[in-house]
């Protein structure tokens, strides 16, 4: 749509710091003989709609530029142009992101994603917060997201091999600001969206952030996404020494969930039947689930965060957050084809069939968190620091319920394979029966960061985080009694150094080295007593070591910023088998590298661009398994060599006009050393999809916005299955209006 470049009501991060340089200034023209004040003009920076010079975490001791190491930001004006509604559409501006399908008939709920190689799937962080729970996560209450890159335990503690990602929420402002957002699209897509600010005095605001959905998903029948949010923030003091933010998030989705189609015709589909490895594909819109299928989510945080500004640049803040996610899955997977008869019959594929299986995941997590933390700047032996420091009290839990099963009279545990009856009868799911399982963790660490300023050329950034972290799992039977009891207790301790040198003002070069670790059962609150197991507690956490170098600049006025970076991680202290003992040893690692460049900002006032690019190899090194290590695994799964990413936009007068485009090269699912011939669907191909956008400002108060998606109808694999049995196709073209209102 349209932007007036207007200035803002609230003083930004370059305004201050004018003033703060004009205070001096000021106490030096008070001594002068004619005790005239001099003039101050303070111009503010314009607004680069897609770039941001500062992180809103403030374990970030520098501004982006002088940051020595990849980090993104995709801020709130490129999701709204692109009308990305999820997380998942909103980290397609990011390189480097794959998203992933669950195994057999465990479809991973929710944001499933890597990056650079490795999971992020408990590497998701809300204000700074770890965030829990399987869900698919809504952008209506997001400021921006912000995508660090690189091992990172010493900013998050556990795990974060290659990054992880932070979710900046919206809060309330001095200003009254109120717009809605009313979306119907194909698929029989309904959304309204409503953000609300209100200043209630001098210093105090409140905002409501409000979000209400039913939509189908394009190409796919049965298939249903339906879901109201609510963001709610409270802050007072604001523009005061002393401010207190209270804010809240609240999810409800009711969908029906998707098992994927099976990949029969696929490119190096594979069956031992030859009837059947020729067979035609089966149609995109099939749905192998029953209509008895659902997932229901609810997802409450509560956050209160109070901030004391102590002087000379030092700040004191405390933040709290107890939150609560529950999802109750009930799920139909799909698995191995069978055909009968012989001849004519197994000629025909209308007579073949495909496995189904019910799954039921009834899960909760639970946190509970608290932050200390203090920033300040100072000088120390001639040398400007700018230091971060505090102290977090984390408790997380997870429990899983087991339900009895019913089977009625005539159910069936397979559909035709080219046309699936979601009305069979099938095996239905009781009351929970008393048995669950899960696990609790409590940490307690310390950390700091400092960037120590030797002069206007050179810095060094430098962090370390300690943890106290203690696991426990436990499992009980339907009776009660205890069947698992698995405890883990120890200290992990992550660090990073960068230096950084700055040939002119509006550039940086930087070189720098982090490492994190990851605990058994640091992922999923799982122990396990198999020795073969990465979740034994007997083993040593995994130690993750990256290390970069890159640069940075600020052109065009500083309204554009391209970087370039190459780096190499390593993750060290996976499960192998000797080949020679015939025992389990921890030698296996993953190593990826490779080199990513960027650019985003603006090329004009009129002209945007957000455009990413990241070509890496991913390699596992002494990974074995089986009797004397006989199984030899050299690749990673789902890390695609290349990957680009390109949204750009252009204003015309009351027009608006936006494309995009984004390529993923192949992705190995095979990488185990056996014939891809005969693993079923040994890759996802590579592809290319494209994106447009048209928007247009009727009036200061009222835009339209047009997104058609996958503009050129471009049929690909999305995901596929550990297994290579199923999958899913990327969305077809497929269109959405949205009217937005500002009042």
């Not at 809103?56 to 004006?77: C, H, M, R, S």
């Not at 669950?102 to 709920?109: D, I, L, P, V, W």
């Not at 929710?110 to 490795?118: K, N, P």
């Not at 936009?649 to 027009?655: A, C, G, I, P, R």
């Amino acid at each position: 749509m349209a932007r007036k470049h207007r200035r803002s009501s609230r003083p930004s991060a370059q305004l201050l710091a004018l003033l703060a340089v004009a205070v001096p200034a000021v106490g030096i023209a008070q001594t002068s003989p004619s005790n005239t004040l001099p003039t101050v003009t303070v111009k503010e920076a314009p607004e680069v709609p897609y770039k941001a010079d500062e992180s809103a975490n403030p374990k970030f001791t520098a501004p982006l530029l002088d940051t020595p190491k990849t980090v993104q930001i995709i801020k709130k004006e490129v999701i709204e142009e692109q009308g990305a509604i999820t997380l998942m559409e909103a980290l397609r501006n990011t390189p480097g992101i794959t998203m992933q399908m669950g195994e057999n008939g465990n479809t991973s709920a929710g944001d499933t994603f890597q990056l650079r190689g490795f999971s992020l799937q408990q590497s998701t962080f809300v204000d700074g917060i770890r965030d829990l729970g399987a869900i698919t996560r809504d952008t209506f209450n997001l400021e921006q997201i912000e995508v660090v890159k690189g091992a990172a335990g010493a900013e998050t503690g556990r795990g974060a091999a290659s990054g992880f990602l932070n979710l900046v929420t919206k809060q309330a402002h001095l200003g009254d600001e109120n717009s809605a957002s009313v979306t119907l699209g194909t698929a029989k897509r309904k959304r309204a969206a409503v953000d609300l600010n209100k200043q209630l005095g001098n210093e105090s605001a409140i905002r409501i952030n409000a979000m209400v959905q039913d939509s189908g998903v394009a190409g796919r029948d049965y298939v249903e996404n339906t879901g109201q949010g609510l963001g709610l923030s409270y802050a007072t003091g604001l523009g005061t020494p002393t401010r207190i933010h209270l804010y809240s998030q609240h999810i409800r989705q009711k969908n029906v969930p998707d098992g994927g189609i099976p990949s029969i015709g696929f490119e190096g589909f594979f069956n031992a039947t030859p009837a059947v490895r020729n067979a035609p594909k089966v149609d995109r819109e099939n749905y192998y689930g029953s209509v008895n299928d659902r997932e229901k989510v609810e997802a409450d945080m509560l956050t209160a965060k109070v901030e004391h500004d102590l002087g000379a640049g030092t700040t004191v803040r405390n933040i709290t957050r107890v939150g609560k996610t529950h999802m109750d899955r009930t799920l139909t997977g799909i698995n191995a084809i069978t055909t009968t008869g012989n001849g004519a019959v197994l000629a025909n594929p209308l007579t073949w069939n495909i496995s189904r299986s019910r799954q039921r995941v009834d899960q909760e997590n639970e946190i509970f968190a608290n932050q200390t933390s203090v920033n300040t700047e100072f000088n120390a032996g001639g040398l400007e620091h700018s230091l971060a420091a505090g102290v977090e009290l984390l408790h997380e839990k997870q429990t899983s319920f087991t339900h009895s099963t019913v089977t009625p009279a005539g159910a069936v545990t397979f559909a035709n394979l080219y046309n699936p009856n979601p009305y069979d009868v099938v095996s239905q799911f009781g009351p929970r029966t008393g048995a669950k399982s899960g696990g609790t963790t409590n940490t307690i660490a310390l950390y700091a960061f400092d960037t120590v300023k030797f002069n206007e050329q050179w810095s060094l950034t430098g962090g370390l985080r300690l943890d106290r972290y203690k696991l426990r799992t436990r499992a009980n039977d339907a009776a009660g009694v205890l069947t698992t009891a698995l405890d883990d207790s120890r200290t992990l301790k992550s660090w990073s150094l960068g230096t950084t040198y700055k040939p002119a003002e509006n550039g940086s070069i930087y070189a720098a080295y982090a490492t994190s670790e990851t605990p058994p059962g640091g992922n999923n609150f799982t122990l396990s007593s198999q020795d073969n197991n990465q979740n034994n507690a007997a083993l040593d956490p995994q130690e993750t070591k990256s290390i970069e170098l890159g640069t940075k600049w600020d052109l065009l006025n500083k309204r554009l910023n391209v970087s370039a970076a190459i780096f190499r991680i390593e993750n060290d202290k996976q499960t192998s088998t000797d080949p020679v003992t015939n025992t389990v040893q921890q030698f296996g690692k993953t190593r990826v590298q490779g080199f990513e460049l960027s650019a985003v900002g603006q090329i004009t006032n009129f002209w945007q661009v957000s455009a990413g690019l990241a070509k890496t190899s991913t390699k596992q090194i002494d990974q074995r398994s089986g009797t004397n290590g006989a199984t030899i695994t050299d690749g990673v799964r789902w890390s695609p060599d290349l990957t680009l990413t390109l949204w750009t936009s252009y204003q015309l007068d009351k027009w608006t006009m936006g494309v995009g485009t984004r390529y993923v090269s192949e992705q190995k699912r095979v990488i185990n050393g056996a014939n891809p011939a005969t693993q079923n669907v040994p890759n996802i191909p590579s592809y290319w999809v494209a994106d447009a956008m048209l928007g247009y400002q009727i009036n200061d108060k009222v835009s339209l916005r047009l997104n058609v998606y996958n503009l050129f109808d471009e049929e690909y694999l999305s995901v596929l299955n550990n297994g290579g049995s199923r999958l899913a196709l990327g969305t077809p073209r497929s269109a959405m209006l949205t009217a937005n209102f500002k009042f």
